[in-house]
């Protein structure tokens, strides 16, 4: 098995908080948030619309500090960005001026870690893996939007890739140890969203590197999760932690068994006064989870598969 883009490490977040402006206009979005995200893991932090999901995200990334509170990644504090995590936002961040290739290429060509046919060839194996070969020429103007973001994770991985897949298998540069999505997916058609969702957890399942992935959609956060920590409406707090112990590797068809309906009504339940407060304030996510919460009665009249007589 390749360890190609993904690493290892483990993160504590503890009594974090966060806010923003001054005197009266001062706002506390994030208050005493505290988890952990552990090695090898999927963690999916999931919670209202609008709650502070992505100001955590950049102050793990090291973009923005923390006005109280620590973060380690193994053991280490975190003090600014760098190499050790990596993160894809909701937007691609493409260079619109260069080709696929010079995109998925651009960290370790701009380091001068890789040249020439070390370089070729390792962007090339990338390419083929994400399915993206025949667009090597193409401008991100020319990518669907799904074409885009598997090219924004190619470069991604390579960024921090310690290029196993050359032959030699010479660590050539450190892999990122903790690899963050905020909402990757987010603005994608239906269709579009579940091939990258399908895309990504199998790339996760064949590396087995640590992921942070930031989600409002609950469906989506428990198909991909190993596990997911619930976020209150802000002040974003912790509500739960909970173990997703669906098998892998992960199928759309899970999403009809017994162990997922279960999980899926008890965050509903969980996230149910908090998309209140949030459909209060006009967030439109709110207003999937209070109808998704309104289908519960529906849900536990259904009878479940092998309760048959």
């Known amino acids: 098995m390749s360890d190609i883009g993904m690493g290892y490490g483990e993160m504590q977040v503890a009594n974090l908080c966060k806010g923003y402006g001054i005197g009266p206009l001062h706002k506390e979005v994030i208050k005493d948030c505290s988890f952990t995200l552990e090695k090898s893991k999927l963690t999916v932090l999931i919670g209202p619309s609008g709650c502070g999901k992505s100001a955590l995200i950049k102050m793990l990334a090291g973009y923005e500090t923390p006005d109280a509170g620590s973060i380690l990644i193994d053991g280490e504090k975190v003090s600014g960005p760098g ?19 010079e995109n998925v290429s651009y960290g370790p060509r701009v380091r001068g ?36 973001q598997r090219a924004a994770f190619a470069r991604t991985m390579l960024t921090g890739s310690d290029l196993l897949l050359l032959a030699v298998g010479r660590a050539l540069m450190s892999r990122p140890k903790l690899m963050m999505m905020d ?36 469906e989506e956060g428990i198909f991909l999760a190993d596990r997911l920590v619930v976020l209150t409406n802000q002040p974003c707090q912790v509500k739960k932690v909970m173990d997703v112990n669906l098998p892998r590797p992960r199928t759309f068809d899970m999403m009809a068994m017994p162990e997922y309906v279960d999980i899926k009504r008890e965050v509903l339940e969980l996230l149910h006064d908090e998309a209140m407060k949030s459909f209060a304030t006009g967030a439109v996510n709110a207003a999937d989870f209070l109808e998704a919460y309104s289908q519960l009665g529906q849900d536990q009249a259904q009878p479940r598969m092998g309760e048959h007589k």
């Not at 579009?192 to 064949?206: G, I, K, P």
């Open 83 to 101: 190499p050790d995590r990596l993160v894809v936002f909701q937007e691609t961040a493409l260079f619109p001026w260069m080709t696929v290739f």
């Open 183 to 218: 909402e990757p997916f987010r603005g994608l058609d239906a269709m579009t969203r579940a091939l990258m969702q399908e895309y990504y957890v199998r790339l996760f399942e064949e590396h087995r590197g640590t992921n942070l992935f930031v989600t409002s959609e609950l």
């Open 113 to 148: 870690e890789l040249s020439g046919k070390d370089l070729e060839n390792t962007t090339m194996k990338l390419l083929e893996m994400d399915g993206l070969e025949d667009f090597r020429s193409k401008y991100p103007s020319q990518l669907s939007g799904g074409m885009r």
